[in-house]
């Protein structure tokens, strides 16, 4: 209402759930930038988080100051990962860790059941857009369908994950641990519990960044778009939130 002429929101982010309110009226067009640049940097935070826990690296970390040289020798790393939400960053992530050679599937809502295509996941990674139907979806339920011991990463938003959830997971040893780039308050407070979970990683929303150049072409091809009238590249829909 307060900006009555505005015609088009263009997201910097994959992201758009922040956008999708009801003040922006429905006849306001959405698009967001789709950066191959992006998708390769969460691509390579992945495949450093996945390979760190795969290949046992934390343990390395934990005997250095002890002066401790055991050895404890890992054969190549062959894991099943699942790879939840496979359009341009999730298919990203999985076309890095296959390379690496692990097994992976993408899945897709309206694909299989979630607790079907989780069922023997070793590595689950998040990558899907949040919306009604993905809010808190990763919850006790979907932690119990994975393997015993398997490794999440989340590089999509923490509203995905109930993380009571996740952390009782990972205290019961149903998971090994998780890599957090996103949590559902963010800034986290200094009292968060996830701070000070043994096997959790936090980092602080830095995965990738847009680039300024990607982010500057396509908002200019997205204007010649709107004002010729012609569809908008990367467009949103608006009822399916992505």
């Known amino acids: 209402?307060?900006?009555?002429?505005?015609?088009?929101?263009?997201?910097?982010?994959?992201?758009?759930?922040?956008?999708?309110?009801?003040?922006?009226?429905?006849?306001?067009?959405?698009s967001r930038v789709v950066d191959p640049d992006q998708a390769l940097g969460i691509a390579q935070y992945v495949a450093a988080m996945v390979l760190r826990h795969a290949r046992g690296l934390a343990r390395y970390d934990e005997q250095q100051p002890r002066r401790d040289w055991s050895r404890h020798p890992l054969a190549a790393a062959r894991h099943r990962a699942v790879v939840l939400g496979y359009g341009a960053v999730g298919q990203e992530c999985g076309r890095v860790l296959a390379a690496l050679g692990f097994e992976v599937q993408g899945w897709r809502r309206g694909g299989l059941p979630l607790h079907q295509a989780l069922a023997g996941a070793q590595i689950i990674v998040n990558a899907l857009p949040l919306t009604p139907q993905t809010d808190r979806l990763l919850d006790a339920a979907a932690f119990a369908a994975m393997?015993?011991?398997?490794?999440?990463?989340?590089?999509?938003?923490?509203?995905?994950?109930?993380?009571?959830?996740?952390?009782?997971?990972?205290?019961?040893?149903?998971?090994?641990?998780?890599?957090?780039?996103?949590?559902?308050?963010?800034?986290?407070?200094?009292?968060?519990?996830?701070?000070?979970?043994?096997?959790?990683?936090?980092?602080?929303?830095?995965?990738?960044?847009?680039?300024?150049?990607?982010?500057?072409?396509?908002?200019?091809?997205?204007?010649?778009?709107?004002?010729?009238?012609?569809?908008?590249?990367?467009?949103?829909?608006?009822?399916?939130?992505?």
Not at 11 to 21: D, P, R
Not at 172 to 183: E, F, H, K, P, Y
Request: include cysteine.
């Open 1 to 30: 209402g307060r900006l009555p002429a505005l015609r088009w929101v263009c997201s910097m982010a994959a992201g758009v759930e922040k956008l999708l309110v009801p003040d922006l009226a429905p006849s306001v067009a959405v």
């Open 147 to 242: 393997a015993p011991g398997a490794y999440f990463v989340n590089i999509a938003r923490g509203g995905h994950v109930v993380e009571p959830d996740l952390i009782a997971a990972v205290q019961s040893g149903q998971l090994a641990g998780a890599a957090l780039d996103v949590q559902a308050v963010e800034p986290m407070v200094a009292d968060d519990p996830l701070w000070a979970i043994p096997g959790i990683t936090i980092t602080p929303h830095i995965a990738a960044q847009s680039s300024p150049h990607t982010v500057a072409r396509q908002f200019l091809a997205g204007l010649a778009a709107l004002r010729a009238g012609q569809p908008l590249p990367n467009a949103v829909d608006r009822s399916a939130g992505y």
